[in-house]
């Protein structure tokens, strides 16, 4: 679409669908900004305006000075806690909970880029994982999926939310990730783990807990064995059940909506 400049009559362009392009009156910014002088011409500020800016540089009765640190630190602290208040929250309902720490202490990540709120990231080989995610956590708003630069996975982030800087404090320590003393052990926690950090070998199960140390494996082996699975700890760090309870396992996982067909080779034991 062709308009005319209203300061010098030269025509232009402008998109027609773009309302920001079509409202456009002049040719460039040059014109523009002569256009608003001459309308400008001979008006003044008002005596309001004028006596702030008389109050600029030496005549301003604070120049020179600074606030005291006391001061400082309230200023900061006012502050923050006005944007804890303001900060949105996803407010997790319990099921989310336990589907966040089985995503958690497989290959989620809560990454925190500010004092009041942090996200949940996330990266899978499948992108219908991630539909299944963001399906089993409503509470959460995400972003669109991207593919990675190699083409060979699939990884999605969340928004901010002020919740998940609590759920980043449970999952790491001086930047480790760890495996907090409240995980939630449930069916729901382990299917996500198994679909995120699991395999089964020779008919065996195997929850990968390479990273973490030793006594907070052993603390999840001795809750499995409460809820009646012999399981045990590798010479690589990895949590294995035994065949009859790998089975046991994989049922006791088994969503009441069935396996996602992609995942169903985990499933086949003999």
Excluded at 12 to 23: H, I, L, Q, W
Excluded at 112 to 131: C, H, M, N, P, Q
Excluded at 186 to 211: A, P, Q, R
Aim: positive net charge; proline residues 2%; charged residues 30%.
């Amino acid at each position: 679409m062709e308009k005319k400049c209203e300061y010098c009559g030269y025509p232009f362009m402008v998109n027609e669908k773009n309302k920001r392009s079509r409202d456009k009156k002049f040719c460039c910014q040059k014109c523009s900004s002569t256009n608003n002088g001459l309308n400008n011409k001979g008006r003044k500020f008002s005596d309001e305006i004028n006596k702030t800016k008389g109050l600029q540089g030496e005549l301003n009765p604070f120049f020179g000075k600074s606030h005291s640190l006391e001061l400082k630190e309230q200023i900061k602290k006012t502050k923050f806690l006005t944007n804890l208040i303001n900060v949105k929250k996803c407010n997790l309902t319990n099921y989310e909970k336990e589907v966040l720490d089985g995503i958690m202490i497989s290959d989620g990540c809560l990454t925190s880029v500010t004092t009041i709120s942090a996200r949940l990231s996330l990266g899978f080989k499948y992108s219908e994982t991630l539909d299944n995610i963001v399906e089993s956590l409503p509470s959460i708003e995400f972003g669109k999926t991207y593919v990675s630069s190699n083409g060979k996975s699939f990884h999605n982030k969340s928004r901010m939310y002020g919740d998940l800087l609590i759920e980043n404090k449970r999952w790491y320590k001086n930047g480790v990730k760890i495996i907090p003393d409240d995980f939630r052990l449930t069916n729901i926690s382990c299917y996500w783990w198994f679909i995120g950090d699991g395999y089964n070998s020779n008919n065996n199960v195997y929850l990968c807990t390479d990273s973490f140390n030793k006594k907070e494996i052993l603390k999840i082996v001795a809750e499995f064995i409460k809820l009646g699975f012999k399981c045990n700890i590798t010479s690589g760090n990895r949590i294995r059940f035994f065949k009859k309870d790998s089975l046991e396992f994989l049922k006791w996982v088994t969503p009441q909506t069935g396996i996602n067909k992609q995942y169903e080779y985990k499933w086949e034991i003999k």
